[in-house]
């Protein structure tokens, strides 16, 4: 906010001195303004120092609120310092550096800039913070034969309004540099552009996308960090124009399309984004194009507008220049202003003998009447700067670039190293120039920017400066605000009482929160002294820190703090009769939104004054919402309400039957029913800041009244979109409130700073009247009723992307809140595991509608920012989008996307998608299948590990008992793989073909004993017998028709019995040769003179016998004990059988002569 001066010439402080520089009066004719006499003048009394040196100003944070130093006032401009003084490593660097070395700055809207002096970059904080020194790191720049340039380096703050911020730099030669963090200079990755020898021109900040890096000769790359890389890496993107059918469309309308190389650059502007796109503006030579780019790949050119014929036919019609031909045109710069291109652009007419050079800004609207790309001039506006125009000093003659303090303003500034003009009016009829001259003895303008609506330039001499123009002669409601900005805090109310005298401090009895007050005055009074005096009284610093919630030290703080944000404006008259007696107000305003402000800033006075006295790291907690709340952020928290009631007041205006309904709602749940005279609904309501929220609900309850009536559709998502944008607009500016000052919040030491009290942010206060209800209630109303009765795409879109920022807004409170409970509970804990389901059902909930409804860009990214790994890859099934997985799986790579991936595609059934990943997921598939041996046998195949492969497989076979013909596969795959194996494991094929020796005796069996004993499965098939089992079927009654062949595989299977059971093995071998004994009957009559070997030989027994001998087998391993084959049990029966006895004997007795 813009702070009044006095009258007084008295001088100011400038960060570049140790004295102070005196202010110019404003005498100066418009005549010397004009023709350039510069506002410093260069007299004695602009240089001369003065003796006295400058006070300090307590920082608490806002720009209104410090002493500002005056450089130099006219009537129409006022140069002032801006920000943080200069870091003295900046200033020593300056002053020391050589006069040949290449100086340069970048300032950022965030409140960061960066100065390059030869090979060292220096970052810093110029924005004002809490801190009690100015941020500053230096960082050492890439090497380089040429002269490294500012325009070469982004500072990229990780919010709006970050206390930390990362910076890629590039040397003139592609050499990339990307600090994530300055905070540790030496941490850094650094990476090759492929520039083919071309030189850097610029470095563009291209959130959320990266940066773009141009050569002088119109290559553009896209930088940005590698997915794959877990260091940071950078990779390059060229840009390349679209190709193909669109592209020779393009040209039908616009021209045909140069090559990249054919052309000098200009500009490169980055300016938001367009159907989630973010939009590029390259200046050419005379070329203008428009991109829109959202990921590597995916760039087009939307047109490509040559502008040079019209830009010369303005020149001539001001100039009244016959020829075009004669006339030369350079486009110096661009920027974005009111939705037209403002270009600053040269001309002179080649024609005449001493040609003179003159500059005008031009206006072109970014859309054409047919809706194609920029085809007319709207604004020719001539400047009042000229010069005469000599090849030689053309670079410095063309050296001016243009500075939009915003782009919905109406001014801006043209500047050269030398000198500033400020424009005025540019968009309208009546263009006003006055210049600032900066050409004093050793100084210069190193870089301009802008910072909240105010252009900024960096001075060699005085360092960061804004030209802001002088104001004129106030109207009333000026009046006021000039009178708000002067009398500050001192003069209101609640400071504005006066303190108490030291002997007094002991009157303050029991009453904390009226002590704490006057304290805070003092402190406000620079009486820091008497304010750390009261305090001690109140609050004994011997005392030790409470852990206890709703301490007195915390109550206080707490009440004083609701106090200063539900205050009684005291300046407003209509409130007269409604401040109690002891109140006091921290505004002077009668407007609303600037109560709201003036709250604000006294707030950010109490946050300062409770870290001055050391208050504030004695804080604890207190009781809100029914749970505990540290302090810290119940204080964060009525921040984030001033915000939030500063912007429902801003789209108040805009929706004024919404809120106003609304309003009266929360006022009548309060039983304000009455308002006070010459008070409005409005007045009451905003006052009492603390009960901001109340109003979404009632917003909400309204909603759902109106919708039950009768309307048609465009009411409906008229209303709707109207009723989300009030929402979103309070809750978004709560919530960078509290991310942009979360450090500031913080405490570093006392009982606050290891928490385990959890944190709910109210702006996810939980419950049927919840704020996380009524977001979840407004995204249904929005799907349910507004999208079906949008008419129009543009309204369809609007109201999708309205559902994409509530979901985000609800889901942020929801990985809020984990934090936290992982944090006070542990996340193995059963609060933080319900908690979390209930977050992944919500936001799969949440994010699958717009899934559902083509909306995949917007789902992605929801999903990419809260990790929804089944959003994420059913949209890339649905699109059939094989690349964006495969960067899926790289950005995720650590979170366990892979491995998600690949059990969707197990769960889905698609596991030729899951064998079929490309080599670099090889390594985590192999991990994942180890778990899924059915599968991971084919991976290690297909990636020719065939020793992995050929164990799994046995493995698998191994465990496999209910399908034979799979075993038998399996075990002839793990074969198969074991012969493809560089060395062939011989134990392990001695394995597998026993075990396919079993198999093939199972498959042997008797196909009537197989129906008899009902061995079918379901299926058709055999479950899988082991070798025991085999035998006894074998040899078993219900093989009657069992033979010498069945016996002897019987036999055979003995070898695969396992070995550690021989006892088993041998009664198993008597067992077999017991059954073939009883095959025969052994008790028949043979006859007179019958051999009785011979009448015997055809029984099962010897034939038995002759098949082994036959096959030339070990037949000691086969045939029992004789002896004990006789006294087996199977053989009770015969045991009495003389014969049966001699036969057996004999037997053996002649086996055993044919062996030996």
């Excluded at 506006?381 to 303003?409: F, H, W």
Aim: net charge negative; charged share 20%; aromatic share 8%.
């Amino acid at each position: 906010m813009y702070t009044p001066r006095s009258g007084s010439s008295k001088g100011k402080y400038t960060p570049f001195s140790t004295g102070r520089v005196s202010r110019i009066g404003g005498t100066a004719s418009s005549q010397t303004r004009r023709s350039g006499a510069g506002i410093f003048g260069g007299t004695a009394a602009a240089s001369r120092r003065s003796p006295f040196p400058g006070t300090r100003s307590p920082a608490f944070g806002n720009r209104s609120f410090l002493q500002t130093s005056v450089i130099a006032e006219t009537a129409q401009y006022t140069v002032e310092n801006y920000g943080s003084s200069v870091p003295v490593l900046i200033t020593e660097a300056l002053a020391m550096a050589d006069r040949s070395a290449s100086m340069s700055v970048r300032i950022n809207p965030s409140g960061w800039a960066c100065v390059v002096c030869g090979r060292r970059l220096f970052v810093w904080r110029y924005k004002h913070t809490f801190a009690k020194a100015t941020f500053c790191k230096e960082l050492a720049l890439p090497p380089s034969e040429l002269s490294h340039k500012a325009e070469l380096v982004c500072l990229i703050p990780a919010s709006p309004d970050s206390q930390t911020v990362s910076v890629m730099a590039a040397s003139p030669e592609g050499i990339i540099r990307y600090w994530p963090s300055i905070a540790s200079e030496g941490a850094y990755a650094e990476s090759s552009a492929d520039l083919n020898g071309e030189e850097c021109f610029s470095l563009t900040q291209f959130e959320p996308y990266g940066c773009i890096l141009a050569t002088t000769t119109n290559q553009l790359l896209l930088l940005s960090l590698a997915e794959s890389s877990t260091q940071n890496a950078v990779s390059c993107h060229p840009l390349k124009p679209s190709q193909g059918v669109l592209a020779r469309v393009s040209s039908l309308f616009f021209g045909s399309q140069r090559p990249q190389s054919s052309s000098t650059l200009q500009r490169v502007l980055s300016a938001g984004q367009e159907d989630d796109q973010g939009v590029l503006y390259v200046l050419q030579e005379d070329i203008l194009q428009k991109w829109l780019v959202a990921e590597p790949g995916s760039e087009k050119v939307v047109f490509e507008v040559q502008l040079g014929n019209m830009i010369k036919k303005g020149f001539a019609r001001q100039l009244s220049c016959s020829s075009l031909d004669s006339l030369r045109v350079w486009m110096l710069d661009l920027q974005i202003i009111s939705e037209s291109i403002l270009l600053l652009v040269a001309a002179t007419d080649s024609s005449r003998p001493s040609p003179i050079l003159h500059y005008a800004l031009v206006l072109i609207p970014l859309v054409s009447a047919s809706g194609g790309g920029p085809d007319q001039i709207s604004s020719f506006k001539m400047m009042s700067l000229t010069a005469a125009y000599q090849v030689s000093e053309e670079e410095s003659l063309l050296d001016y670039r243009l500075l939009v303090a915003s782009p919905s303003g109406t001014a801006c500034h043209v500047y050269s190293r030398k000198i500033v003009i400020c424009c005025s009016g540019v968009t309208e009829n009546s263009c006003c120039f006055d210049n600032v001259d900066f050409s004093q003895p050793g100084n210069s303008i190193l870089g301009a920017g802008n910072c909240e609506g105010t252009t900024l330039f960096f001075s060699t001499n005085y360092g960061l400066v804004t030209v802001t123009a002088t104001q004129a002669e106030p109207s009333v409601l000026q009046d006021v605000s000039l009178a708000e900005q002067s009398l500050r805090l001192d003069q209101s109310s609640i400071l504005g009482s006066p303190a108490p005298p030291p002997q007094d401090i002991s009157s303050l009895g029991e009453d904390k929160t009226k002590g704490l007050k006057a304290a805070f005055l003092h402190a406000c009074r620079q009486n820091l002294s008497q304010a750390e005096a009261i305090v001690e009284e109140l609050f004994p610093s011997s005392a030790p820190s409470s852990l206890e919630t709703g301490s007195s030290i915390d109550a206080t703080v707490a009440k004083l703090s609701q106090e200063v944000i539900d205050d009684f404006p005291a300046s407003d008259p209509r409130w007269a009769e409604s401040i109690p007696q002891d109140s006091a107000s921290t505004t002077t305003s009668l407007i609303l939104l600037h109560q709201l402000e003036d709250k604000m800033k006294a707030h950010d006075h109490l946050l300062s004054f409770l870290k001055n006295v050391g208050i504030w790291d004695r804080l604890h907690s207190v009781i809100i919402r029914e749970s505990p709340l540290l302090t810290h952020l119940l204080l964060c928290e009525h921040a984030e309400k001033l915000a939030a009631a500063m912007a429902l007041r801003s789209h108040h205006t805009m929706f004024p039957n919404l809120v106003d309904g609304a309003i009266s709602k929360v006022l009548q749940k309060r039983g304000q029913t009455h308002t006070p005279a010459g008070l409005t609904p409005q007045d009451v309501f905003y006052r009492e800041v603390s009960g901001i929220h109340e109003i979404i609900e009632n917003l909400v309850e309204q909603e759902k009244d109106i919708l039950s009536t009768e309307l048609t559709p465009s009411d409906i998502v008229s209303m709707i979109k109207n009723i989300n944008t009030i929402l979103q607009g309070m809750l978004k500016e709560a919530w960078h409130l509290r991310q942009s000052r979360a450090l500031i919040y913080q405490s570093d030491s006392g009982p606050a700073s290891n928490p385990t009290i959890q944190y709910i942010p109210w702006t996810a206060s939980a419950g049927p009247k919840g704020i996380r209800s009524l977001l979840v209630q407004q995204h249904r109303i929005t799907l349910e009723q507004g999208i079906p009765n949008s008419e129009d795409v543009q309204s369809r879109g609007a109201l999708y992307q309205q559902v994409m920022e509530l979901t985000d807004l609800i889901l942020e409170g929801y990985v809020t809140q984990l934090e936290s409970v992982g944090l006070s509970s542990g996340k193995d804990s059963v609060e933080y595991e319900e908690l979390e389901q209930k977050y992944h059902q919500e936001r799969h909930a949440l994010i699958m509608p717009l899934l559902e409804q083509g909306q995949y860009e917007r789902a992605a990214s929801l999903a990419e920012k809260y990790c929804d790994f089944g959003i994420l890859v059913s949209l890339c099934e649905v699109t059939s989008n094989e690349e964006r997985l495969q960067r899926y799986m790289n950005q995720f790579a650590t979170k366990g996307f892979s491995d998600f991936v690949f059990k969707y595609y197990m769960d889905k059934g698609k596991r030729g998608k899951l064998l079929s990943q490309r080599f670099t997921q090889h390594a985590e598939l192999s991990e994942f299948l180890q778990a899924h041996d059915h599968l991971s046998w084919l991976h290690y195949v297909q990636v020719k590990d065939y020793s992995k492969a050929q164990e799994t497989l046995k493995r698998l076979s191994a465990k496999e008992t209910l399908s034979l013909a799979k075993k038998k596969t399996l075990l002839s795959l793990s074969k198969l793989t074991a012969l493809a194996c560089e060395e062939v494991p011989e134990a392990e094929l001695e394995d597998i073909n026993s075990e396919l020796d079993v198999i093939l005796n199972q498959e042997l069996l008797p196909k009537e004993l197989v129906e008899k004993m009902e061995l079918y499965n379901n299926e058709g098939d055999l479950p899988v017998i082991d070798p025991e089992q085999l035998i006894w079927l074998y040899i078993s009654e219900k093989n009657t028709e069992a033979n010498e062949f069945d016996f002897k595989k019987a036999l055979d299977l003995l070898q695969y019995v396992p070995k550690d059971d021989d006892p088993k093995i041998d009664l198993l071998r008597l067992s077999i040769w017991s059954k073939a004994i009883l095959k025969d009957d052994w008790s028949a009559d043979r006859g007179t003179g019958v051999d009785p070997l011979e009448h015997y030989e055809n029984t099962v027994f010897f034939r038995i016998a002759r098949l082994i001998l036959e096959s030339g087998a070990d037949l000691e391993y086969y045939l029992p004990d004789v002896d004990a084959l006789l006294a087996s049990d199977e053989l009770q029966p015969l045991q009495g059988n003389a014969n049966f006895q001699f036969i057996v004997r004999a037997g053996y007795e002649q086996m055993e002569r044919i062996v030996g």
